[in-house]
C-alpha cells in the first residue's frame, strides 16, 4: 500500500535538503528510501534529508541522513535550514533551541537569515601542513592557490579514502585567503562522496583554522553557493561561542508516493 507524504525542499548556500515534518513519526526510516527520495534523477533531490521531529526539552529534533541514506553527524547548512523549515511551521518566532545529533543547539532567524550555534571546539589537530578538528562532524582542512581551479573531487577522494581517514571517513575542505578577514572554501563531504556548493560545519572549521593564524573573532567565508559568516570566541587552543550564519530558503514544496 502507498503512503502520501508531504515534503519541502530548502537551500542554504547551494547546500539542498528534502524537509520532511516528522511530528507525528510516520516516515519510515529505511536506507533505501532515503537514498531514493534524495536522488536527482529518480528523486526529489538532496544533499541530505532532514526530518523535524518533536523533542521533550527542546522546541523541536534534527534527524539528519546523508544522501546515501545513512544517519550521519552534524550538518551546518542542514541546521539553519531546518530553523527556517522550524519558522515556517510557526513551532517558535524569533529564537529557538532544538537537539541534533550533536546536543543542544541555539538559533535566530531574521529576514530569511539565520545564526545557528555550533558547538564547542577544544582543539585543532595538525596533519603536516594541514588541519583537523571537529565542528559537529569531522574535518580537514588544507590550503591551497588557485582554488578555483583546483580538483577537490579528485583531491578530496583521496584524502577521504585514504587510510588514516577511510575507517570513519572526513570531510576535506580546501582553503584560499582572499584578503584579512575573508576566505574561499570548497568541500567535498563524506556520505555524498562529491563536492557540494556548500558545507557549514566545513566552512566553520576551515574559518576557525583562518581566526587561529590570524587573530580573528569572525571570518567573511565566500563557498560556491553564497557566502557566510562565522564568529567565535577564542580561549587559548579552543573556541567557544562559535556562531554560523546565513541565508536559508524554502525553495519548492510537493506531496510523493513512497
Known amino acids: ?11 542554504g548556500t547551494g547546500n539542498d535538503f528534502v524537509m520532511i515534518d516528522n ?3 510516520q516516515f519510515p526510516k529505511d536506507q533505501e528510501l532515503i537514498r531514493k527520495l534524495c536522488d536527482r534523477r529518480f528523486g526529489i533531490g538532496g544533499d541530505g534529508l532532514i526530518l523535524l521531529e518533536n523533542h521533550d526539552q527542546a522546541d523541536f529534533r534534527m534527524v539528519y541522513y546523508n544522501s546515501d541514506g ?3 553527524t552534524m550538518c551546518g547548512n542542514g541546521g539553519r535550514c531546518i530553523v527556517a523549515f522550524a519558522h515556517f511551521l510557526d513551532i517558535f518566532e524569533d529564537t529557538t533551541v532544538f537537539e541534533a545529533i550533536d546536543g543542544g543547539h541555539e538559533a535566530q532567524i531574521h529576514n530569511g537569515t539565520v545564526k545557528l550555534k555550533m558547538i564547542d571546539v ?11 578538528t571537529n565542528t559537529g562532524s569531522p574535518h580537514f582542512v588544507k590550503a591551497v592557490t588557485n582554488l578555483q581551479d583546483y580538483d577537490v573531487y579528485a583531491e578530496g577522494n583521496k584524502i577521504r579514502n585514504s587510510p588514516t581517514y577511510s575507517a570513519e571517513g572526513i570531510n ?3 582553503t584560499e585567503a582572499l584578503s584579512e578577514s575573508e576566505i574561499f572554501v570548497r568541500t567535498y563531504e563524506r556520505g555524498v562522496e562529491d563536492e557540494t556548493l556548500s558545507c557549514g560545519t566545513g566552512a566553520t572549521a576551515a574559518a576557525l583554522v583562518f581566526m ?8 567573511q567565508v565566500k563557498v560556491l553557493g553564497g557566502n557566510l559568516r562565522i564568529y567565535a570566541d577564542r580561549e587559548g ?3 567557544r561561542n562559535i556562531w554560523l550564519e546565513g541565508p536559508a ?10
Open 1 to 11: 500500500m502507498q503512503n502520501t507524504i508531504e515534503f519541502y525542499k530548502y537551500q
Open 23 to 25: 511530528r507525528d513519526l
Open 70 to 72: 545513512n544517519e550521519s
Open 122 to 132: 577544544e582543539h585543532l589537530l595538525k596533519d603536516g601542513e594541514n588541519w583537523v
Open 172 to 174: 576535506v575542505n580546501f
Open 212 to 219: 587561529q593564524q590570524h587573530d580573528l573573532r569572525s571570518v
Open 237 to 239: 587552543d579552543s573556541f
Open 249 to 258: 530558503k524554502q525553495v519548492f514544496r510537493g506531496k510523493l508516493d513512497i
